[in-house]
C-alpha cells in the first residue's frame, strides 16, 4: 500500500462531509421526531456485541455480512452490527419486557462486510422502527403506513410503489415438495435471481408430481397487480394456508390503499427478503428513480425466542443517506455566520454566548489566521454594544 493509499476509504465505504452531513443529520432529526409523534420510542443499541445475540432468531441471513472480532476485556467473539433489528428484538424481549405493544425506533451506522446490492454502501445509516406484541392487521398496516410516511417526510421522488408478498406461501410449498436443506437454498437463490431457465430445468430434476412441479414453475411468474391474487387463489386452491396468506394480503392492501391512494400496488409471491425470520407479510417501497428497495421490511414473529420472550413482532428499516440520494430537495443549510473579534474582553463572549443560544452561528476569529469565508456578517462594538453588521 502506498503513502497516498492509506488516505483511500475501503471499497464500499462512504464518508459524508459538509455541507451534507449536516442535511443527513438536520433529516434523521425531522424522521424521528416523526416516529416519536406516532408513539415510538427510541432506542440506541451498542455499535458491537456478542456475536451469539447478534445472530439470534435472523438464521443465516446476517451471518456472512457481520465482521467478527475477539474482545480484548473479555476473549469472546464479538460482533459489529450488521443490522439493528435483533438488537432492538433483544430490548424488547430481555430489557423492557413490556406488558402489550411496543413501538420502538432506532437510526444508527450498521456495517457490512460486503455490499447488500450493487448499489449500496457497506456503512449505512439503519432508519427504522419495529411494533412487538401484536399480531394482525393493525399492526401490519400501521408499520407499512409508517414506512410510507418515511418516505413522504423525505420528500422522496415518486410515484412510490408498494411491493407485497407472503412468506408463508413459499413456505407451503416447500413442504408440500418436500425440499429442505441445500435443494430449498438453490430454489431460493433462483427465484430471487428470476432465473426461469434454472428454475424449469431444477424442478425437472426433482421427480415431483406434475401438480407439484406445476405450482413451483408458476410461483416466480406471481407477481404483477391485483389479477397476480386471482391466478394465486385458482392456481393454490387446494391449500387452506396459502389462501389464508392471500386473503391477508389482500386485507392489507385494501387498507394502505384507502389511506394512500397515490401509492402503486404491486403483489410479489415470490419475492423471500430475509425468508429465514420472516414469518409472514413481507413489504418494500419502491421509487423509479433507485433501482433497488428504498425500504423494506416484513412480520417476524420468531425473533425474540430466543432472548426468552416470543413476541409477535413487525417492522421496516432503510437507509437514510440512500432515501436523501433520492430526495426532491435536500434540507436546505444556512452556513453563514456572524464573526466575532478574538478578545476575552466579558461583554463580548456574553453577547457571542447569547446569539448562540438563539441559534445564531458564531465563528469567533483566531489570532493571525484567515477569516473563514462563511461569515458574512460581524460583531461590532457601538456606543458600548455589540452590534451585528453585514461584513
Excluded at 391477508?248 to 409471491?269: G, H, M, N
Amino acid at each position: 500500500m502506498t503513502l497516498a493509499d492509506r488516505w483511500l476509504l475501503p471499497d464500499g465505504m462512504k464518508e459524508m462531509l459538509p455541507p451534507r452531513a449536516r442535511q443527513v443529520e438536520v433529516m434523521r432529526r425531522r424522521v424521528l421526531d416523526l416516529y416519536d409523534s406516532w408513539g415510538y420510542d427510541l432506542v440506541m443499541p451498542p455499535l458491537a456485541e456478542h456475536l451469539e445475540s447478534l445472530l439470534t432468531g435472523v438464521g443465516r441471513d446476517l451471518e456472512m455480512q457481520t465482521f467478527k472480532l475477539t474482545d480484548q476485556v473479555s476473549g469472546h467473539t464479538i460482533g459489529v452490527r450488521a443490522d439493528m433489528t435483533p438488537q432492538v428484538a433483544r430490548i424488547d424481549a430481555h430489557r423492557l419486557r413490556t406488558e402489550g405493544p411496543s413501538r420502538l425506533c432506532y437510526c444508527g451506522s450498521v456495517l457490512h462486510t460486503r455490499p447488500s446490492n450493487m448499489l449500496a454502501s457497506r456503512n449505512p445509516l439503519q432508519l427504522g422502527a419495529e411494533l412487538y406484541g401484536h399480531a394482525g392487521l393493525d399492526s401490519d398496516v400501521e408499520v407499512i403506513s409508517l414506512m410510507l410516511e418515511t418516505l413522504r417526510t423525505i420528500d422522496v421522488k415518486g410515484p412510490v410503489s408498494l411491493d407485497l408478498g407472503h412468506v408463508g406461501v413459499f413456505s407451503e410449498l416447500m413442504q408440500e415438495a418436500g425440499l429442505v436443506g441445500e435443494q430449498q437454498d438453490r430454489f431460493i437463490d433462483m427465484l430471487q435471481r428470476k432465473a426461469l431457465p434454472e428454475i424449469a430445468s431444477f424442478i425437472e430434476g426433482l421427480d415431483l408430481p406434475q401438480s407439484v412441479a406445476g405450482k413451483l414453475l408458476a410461483l416466480p411468474r406471481l407477481n404483477g397487480g391485483a389479477e397476480v391474487i386471482a391466478r394465486a387463489r385458482e392456481l393454490f386452491s387446494g391449500s387452506e394456508t396459502i389462501l389464508a396468506a392471500l386473503t391477508y394480503i389482500e386485507q392489507v392492501a385494501k387498507r394502505v390503499q384507502s389511506r394512500y391512494p397515490a401509492t402503486d400496488l404491486y403483489f410479489d409471491l415470490g419475492e423471500l427478503r430475509g425468508y429465514h425470520y420472516h414469518t409472514g407479510i413481507v413489504f418494500a417501497a419502491y421509487s423509479p428513480h433507485f433501482g433497488q428497495a428504498l425500504a423494506k421490511g416484513g412480520r417476524y414473529d420468531s425473533i425474540g425466542k430466543d432472548f426468552g420472550r416470543a413476541r409477535p413482532a413487525t417492522g421496516f428499516s432503510s437507509d437514510l443517506k440512500t432515501l436523501l440520494e433520492v430526495a426532491l430537495e435536500m434540507p436546505e443549510i444556512d452556513r453563514s455566520a456572524v464573526l466575532a473579534p478574538a478578545s476575552e474582553e466579558s461583554d463580548l463572549l456574553i453577547a457571542v454566548a447569547e446569539l448562540r443560544t438563539q441559534g445564531v452561528r458564531v465563528v469567533q476569529a483566531l489570532e493571525g489566521e484567515v477569516v473563514p469565508g462563511c461569515c458574512d456578517r460581524q460583531l461590532v462594538l457601538k456606543d458600548g454594544q455589540w452590534v451585528i453588521e453585514a461584513r
